[in-house]
C-alpha cells in the first residue's frame, strides 16, 4: 500500500440511497487528481470531488479529493481508482474498492 492509498477500504458497505464520503489523498496542485470507473454503475455510482474548503489538505503541498458512493441497487460491483495525470500513462497510485449495496 502506498502512502495515497493508506486508510482506504478494500471494501465498502453501503445502503441503498445512501452516500458514504471518503477522503483521498493528492496532489491536485502538481496535475494528478483522482479518477473512478465503476464495473456496474447500476449497483454503485462513485464520483470523485475537490474536499470542501473547511477540509484540510493532508499536506501543505497536497491537495484533498473525496469520493463519494452512492448505493443505487441491492449487489456488488468494484471502483477502480487511479491516481495520476490524464495525458501520462504512468499511475502514482491504484486501488480497488469492492462495494456492496444491501
Known sequence: MSRWTDGLPDTLRVGVGQAVVLPLTGAVGAGNSW??????????????????????????????EVLVVTGVRP????????????????DLARHDLAIDVG
Open 35 to 64: 479518477t473512478a470507473t465503476d464495473d456496474d454503475a447500476g449497483v454503485a455510482t462513485t464520483e470523485v470531488l475537490l474536499a470542501p474548503p473547511a477540509t484540510p489538505p493532508a499536506a501543505s503541498s497536497e491537495a484533498s
Open 75 to 90: 449487489g456488488r460491483t468494484v471502483a477502480h481508482l487511479r491516481l495520476g495525470r490524464s495525458w501520462e500513462t504512468t
